[in-house]
């Protein structure tokens, strides 16, 4: 079988902007095919440690080879949206020197028809991270109610034609249910007036579907919140987002966590309690020409790096 790849995105930058110890703990977030990890790993010194985590069981397989060839790798099974439970089982509670989250799916994800992440080759309608979990993409079409399949298409497609799309879908589900990619991505086609340029007329409906069926932006706010306690002083928390919905979730959290609690005027506190407890560094960071023109998953990603404060 040939192995799966997946092109890291922004590797230099990230993995620069990660590590502040080359023998510190590190958690890569989303291991992926380990293009990150492997970056990190090959910086680390003898007593560094990295975990891995991914939902994707594909990935964890890769994510568990590895470990069987470096001993200061580990992986873990499961969302991190849940990082401080994934951590206590292998005794890890905080000290992170750096977390990395480099979201959204893979290309092993995406180029496997059978995932049902792509709308251009045939497959089963099925959108799960973690396809042994939860409800597919299909199965939630069959059940969600006009409004809901609108207000996703909406919320998280940012469709202009959600409500048209959705009552197509409620339609021709009447007729026979909808199980693979291309009868969704026709059906969107049929239903959108008008084309934006370079870009297929069922992509904001699958990017919405796949936000919905792996709840992935309370994943992201879950695991935002967890990283102020888990990481020790100085340690840096580094997000690479792919749209605008989940980098506003991290501009909007790191700017929070920098100015401090909101607290009612005249409150007696001490200037540690009304401190911040992240301080942005540098700039939201873009790919270059040369990585956009050798790899074009990188033309949307943006990267935002924060260090922990005492
Ligand atoms: C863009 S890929 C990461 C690629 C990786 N950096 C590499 O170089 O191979 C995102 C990965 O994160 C995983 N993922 C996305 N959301 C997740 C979540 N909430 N919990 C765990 N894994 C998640 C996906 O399954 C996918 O494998």
Redo the contacts with the bound molecule.
């Keep these: 079988m040939i192995e799966q790849q997946?092109l890291?995105?922004l590797?230099e930058e990230s993995v620069h902007a990660l590590i502040v110890d080359p023998n510190g703990i590190y958690v890569?977030?989303?291991?992926?095919?380990?293009?990150?990890?492997r970056a990190i790993l090959a910086r680390l010194g003898d007593a560094g440690r990295l975990i891995g985590?991914?939902?994707?069981p594909e990935?964890v397989a890769a994510g568990d080879a590895l470990s069987r060839t470096d001993r200061r790798f580990s992986m873990l099974s499961?969302?991190?949206?849940s990082i401080s439970e994934l951590l206590s089982r292998i005794q890890v509670r905080g000290d992170l020197c750096g977390l990395l989250l480099?979201?959204?799916?893979?290309s092993p994800?995406l180029d496997t028809a059978e995932r049902g992440f792509s709308f251009s080759s045939e497959g089963p309608l099925d959108l799960r991270?973690?396809p042994t979990r939860g409800e597919s993409a299909a199965q939630w079409l069959a059940r969600a109610s006009e409004a809901e399949i609108a207000q996703v298409l909406r919320d998280f497609g940012e469709e202009r034609f959600a409500r048209r799309i959705a009552r197509n879908i409620v339609a021709e589900r009447g007729d026979s249910p909808l199980t693979t990619t291309t009868q969704l991505a026709a059906l969107v086609a049929r239903s959108v007036s008008t084309r934006e340029p370079g870009k297929h007329p069922a992509t904001r409906t699958f990017q919405a579907l796949r936000i919905r069926i792996?709840d992935?932006l309370d994943?992201?706010r879950d695991?935002l919140r967890q990283s102020c306690d888990l990481l020790a002083h100085t340690g840096r928390l580094v997000v690479i987002s792919f749209h605008s919905l989940e980098d506003r979730i991290v501009k909007r959290f790191m700017r929070a966590e920098a100015l401090g609690p909101v607290l009612p005027k005249g409150l007696p506190v001490t200037a540690e309690e009304s401190r911040g407890r992240l301080h942005v560094l540098g700039k939201p960071v873009r790919a270059s020409a040369a990585e956009v023109a050798s790899n074009p998953r990188a033309r949307s990603a943006i990267m935002r790096v924060a260090e922990r404060l005492p």
């Design positions: 997946h890291p995105v590797l890569d977030g989303t291991f992926g095919r380990g293009g990150h990890s985590i991914d939902r994707d990935a499961g969302r991190f949206g480099d979201l959204g799916v893979s994800q991270m973690d792996n992935e994943e992201i695991c």
